[in-house]
């Protein structure tokens, strides 16, 4: 079953998607975890590179985006072909990730392509909120 809150970091009762889900309608209030998409057209999304100092936190999302890929198939994988950097975020790739933010919440990352955005990692409360690859591309900066 869904969770319905959360406690954040600073200790307040956070309604989920899935609560907001269950009432049946907006309420218009920009819910931080709002799944008509209210908050997202009202706020937008904010972008902050990664920088050096900012790689644990980075792949501490990854990890919760991606959960426990620890299967002994994914380790067979890695045996016979090598392990993946793909998903992580090293000192020679983390100028190619960048947070995003919801008004003021990191919601999740993603990775920077030379043309497009190439992958999307949401914190585990921001999954059921239609934050896809092309709805994110559309907020971020060109240029």
């Known amino acids: ?3 319905l809150f959360y406690i954040n970091e600073e200790g307040n009762n956070v309604h989920t998607a899935q609560f907001l889900k269950n009432r049946g309608s907006c309420c218009k209030t920009n819910c931080l975890h709002c799944p008509y998409g209210t908050t997202l057209k009202s ?3 904010e972008f902050k590179r990664v920088g050096q100092n900012d790689i644990s936190r980075a792949n501490e999302i990854i990890t919760e985006s991606l959960g426990d890929q620890s299967s002994i198939g994914q ?3 890695n045996e016979a072909f090598g392990n993946n950097n793909k998903n992580k975020v090293t000192k020679f790739n983390f100028k190619d990730f960048y947070f995003f933010s919801l008004k003021g919440t990191v919601a ?3 990775k920077n ?3 497009q955005l ?3 990692f949401l914190r585990k409360n921001f999954n059921e909120q239609e ?3 092309p709805t994110v591309e559309m907020y ?3 240029g």
């Open 108 to 110: 999740g990352l993603v």
């Open 1 to 3: 079953m869904a969770e």
């Open 140 to 142: 971020f900066p060109k």
């Open 118 to 120: 190439k992958d999307l």
């Open 75 to 77: 380790s067979l994988l």
């Open 131 to 133: 934050l896809d690859l």
């Open 113 to 115: 392509g030379r043309l």
């Open 43 to 45: 706020f937008g999304l």
